[in-house]
């Protein structure tokens, strides 16, 4: 890593800290609201000012920003009618799960 990146590493990691608030959603909370939220987003209205934990958290956590990507995915393709079938989509889910979590443990 080069000076520049190591610079740009400790930045985002300092604006992380200072994002920070006393009390902030739980991975599984934000899971519980990412629906409301992708629903927001694609009806155009202001998802992240009715959600701003949500957005903080999806912000500072990688896992649930992959997960709120693959659902905003998701339900655009069904509003198309672009889904692949139903054993591909749980094929990629397990993979995705696996991969993840490590084989056959949970989160």
Known sequence: MNQDQTIARWRRLLRQLQETHDHELSCTE???????YVDL????QPAAECLPMLRL????CGACRDEYQVLR???EMTAVGNLPPEDDLLNRAGHRRRT???SGGSA
């Open 30 to 36: 934000c899971f519980d609201q990412l629906g409301d």
């Open 41 to 44: 987003e694609l009806a155009a």
């Open 57 to 60: 958290h999806l912000v500072q």
């Open 73 to 75: 995915e998701l339900v």
């Open 100 to 102: 993840r979590h490590g």
